[in-house]
């Protein structure tokens, strides 16, 4: 399974207080999004140290987020997969307002 994930990696680069915007970010902009606020607020402990990387492994993060005792088959991941894709693609997007945001301040 592949443990190199766009979102995961753009999320090493944030400071604690970024990882606590985009949190409350998600929560105002996207909150019926059940499933990606599951898998985002589980890997948020994580950040921005990247700690436990046994605990960060799909495979354990899956029996986790999801409280299943099988390792997940090809449907089952999609539904972590679709969740990181959307988290990357808010991530980016936050990332871009809160530039334009302290840019209008500096101007």
């Known amino acids: 399974m592949k443990t190199n994930l766009k979102f995961l990696s753009l999320m090493a680069t944030l400071?604690?207080?970024e990882v606590?915007?985009?949190w409350k970010y998600l929560q105002l902009h996207y909150p019926n999004e059940g499933n990606?606020?599951?898998?985002?607020?589980?890997?948020?402990r994580f950040f921005p140290h990247r700690q436990n990387p046994v605990k960060m492994a799909l495979p354990?993060?899956?029996?986790?987020?999801?409280?299943?005792?099988?390792t997940?088959?090809?449907?089952?991941?999609?539904?972590?997969?679709n969740?990181?894709?959307?988290?990357y693609l808010?991530?980016?997007e936050y990332l871009v307002l809160e530039k334009m945001r302290s840019a209008r301040f500096v101007s």
Do not use: C, H, M, N
């Open 83 to 87: 969740a990181f894709s959307k988290l």
């Open 72 to 81: 997940p088959g090809i449907a089952e991941q999609k539904k972590i997969w």
């Open 90 to 92: 808010w991530l980016k």
């Open 20 to 22: 606590s915007g985009f």
């Open 36 to 44: 990606a606020l599951k898998v985002f607020r589980y890997y948020k």
């Open 15 to 17: 400071t604690e207080e």
């Open 60 to 70: 354990f993060a899956y029996r986790k987020i999801y409280t299943s005792e099988t």
